[in-house]
């Protein structure tokens, strides 16, 4: 898991637009989908579970890019990329504080708390749809 964390923290480093663009998709996907399924009589159970996975993502997301933010804040100010996990853990706490921080921020600081849960879920489900073409090829 560490492996997979690593090349999804480099995804969202080396390419921050496509990693957010692509949540974005993602994110909106899911969400439309359901409203979609809404429409019908079978779909209804199925809107709210979509919407669920839509927070999870978010969430998931979120988290990642405050870990992504706290490794490119650190490596930004000339420090290299930590081995260990509790290192890792201390940036990803960081992460966490500085952007809790910038979230206090009315408008600014959420639009920014956004573009980083986007972020985040976009490097993760880009680096998985990469595995997955890749895997096919094969």
């Known amino acids: 898991a560490p492996a997979q964390v690593a090349q999804w923290r480099e995804q969202a480093l080396s390419a921050p637009g496509r990693s957010f663009v692509a949540g974005f998709l993602l994110i909106s996907t899911i969400s439309g989908a359901g409203f979609v399924l809404a429409l019908t009589v079978i779909g209804i159970p199925l809107f709210f579970a979509a919407l669920f996975l839509a ?60 573009a980083l849960a986007l972020t985040g879920a976009g490097a993760i489900a880009t680096v998985i749809r990469e595995h997955r073409a890749n895997a096919s090829e094969v």
């Open 55 to 114: 927070g999870l993502v978010g969430y998931a997301g979120y988290v990642m890019g405050a870990y992504i933010f706290g490794v490119g804040l650190w490596v930004r100010l000339g420090n290299e990329i930590p081995t260990d996990i509790l290192p890792k853990a201390g940036l990803a706490l960081m992460g966490a504080f500085i952007v809790g921080l910038v979230a206090l921020i009315p408008l600014l600081g959420w639009l920014v708390v956004l």
